[in-house]
């Protein structure tokens, strides 16, 4: 049976409304994120390679290196989860760099390179749906081809999610913004860009004989064993859009012959604790450049504030 369709709240009300949603389908974890619930953080040395100085001012994406802080993670909400079952994995990178403000640039992005919902209107109610068929027992495969069918504009991120491989390694796969932002050169013009980051080794993924011995973090551990022997690398990667690309839907790709330039170099030298309080604010990208019209953007700022107040009460 079809549980009633439950009323939209106000928009100031919807991102407290689509955290409880989360924990409605994944169970409350206190003291965890929400979303992204287990990761293991990095240290490492941000270099710029300076291609992007013509179109920004940002201080990080000059010439002076930056200190940097990562964190990788399963995209499951539940901590327990078995990095095979948590298909996305991202990968959030504070640098130390502060722009005149105090505030640290952070990029974040995740393997899938577009994302289920353009608004948090259909985000919410695709999180309610696959909650209500969670509690009516539907199986994933099922609960998947229902969310086809109700959210055709989420056809293509669940496809990707449908269709990833478990990575042999967090520093064997490239990671994708899926937002556009804006870079601001000094005379105020914007270019649209979305971030990818390119990692140094091949990309790679777990064979199949070894899924079924791969234990529960083996990513966390294949991670501390690779650092002890050499660092781990990314080249930070810019595609150039055009003024027709979509810059208001992170549901939708650019065309693949955008051009792009290298931004700089990422090397992960150690692992370390994870700060207390560690927010990784997507819309925290420091002057010269800016958030774009996405309306998923400007969300998970308010949503991620809402969880981290919440995990930092224990609740």
């Keep these: 049976m079809t549980a ?8 100031a009300e919807l991102p407290a409304r689509s955290v409880d949603a989360i924990e409605e389908l994944a169970g409350t974890h206190p ?8 990761g293991i953080c990095a240290r490492g040395v941000f270099t710029p390679s ?4 013509r ?16 964190r990788f993670s399963g995209s499951a909400s ?36 577009v994302f289920v919902a353009r608004t948090p209107e259909s985000f919410l109610e695709m999180m309610l749906a696959a909650r209500d ?13 229902g969310l086809l069918g109700r959210f055709p504009h989420a056809a293509e991120a669940l496809t990707i999610l449908s269709e990833l491989k478990p ?14 932002f804006y870079f601001v050169d000094g005379q105020g013009r914007k270019q649209p860009v979305k971030y990818e980051w390119i990692p140094d080794a091949e990309e790679a993924y777990l064979p199949l004989l070894k899924t079924a011995v791969a234990g529960k973090d083996y990513l966390e551990e294949e991670l501390r064993e690779r650092l002890e022997k050499l660092p781990a690398g990314f080249t930070l990667r810019a595609a150039l859009g055009e003024p027709w690309d979509p810059v208001d839907d992170s549901t939708a790709r650019w065309p693949a012959d955008r051009p792009t330039i290298d931004l700089g170099h990422l090397s992960i030298t150690e692992l370390t ?43």
């Excluded at 003291?31 to 287990?38: D, I, L, N, T, Y």
């Excluded at 179109?55 to 990562?70: D, F, I, K, Y």
């Excluded at 990575?167 to 556009?180: C, L, Q, T």
């Excluded at 700022?301 to 930092?312: D, G, K, L, T, V």
């Design 4 to 11: 009633p369709k439950e009323p939209m709240p106000s928009p």
């Design 50 to 53: 300076g291609e992007a100085a």
């Design 55 to 70: 179109l920004t001012g940002a201080a990080h994406l000059q010439r002076e290196p930056s200190e940097a802080l990562v």
């Design 133 to 145: 068929m969670a509690r009516e027992g539907v199986s994933v495969k099922d609960r998947l081809s």
């Design 31 to 38: 003291g965890q994120r929400r979303a992204h619930a287990r």
């Design 167 to 180: 990575p042999a390694s967090f520093a064997s796969v490239p990671y994708h913004s899926i937002h556009a």
């Design 273 to 315: 604790d994870e700060p207390a309080g560690l927010l990784m604010d997507p819309t925290a990208t420091g002057d010269g450049i800016e958030i774009t019209p996405d309306p998923i953007l400007s969300f998970r700022r308010e949503a991620y504030a809402i969880s981290q107040e919440r995990r930092m009460k224990g609740i």
């Design 78 to 113: 539940d901590p327990a989860t078995k990095d095979l079952l948590s298909p996305a994995k991202g990968m959030a990178v504070q640098l130390q760099r502060p722009d005149a403000a105090g505030v640290k640039p952070v990029i974040v992005a995740v393997t899938a390179s």
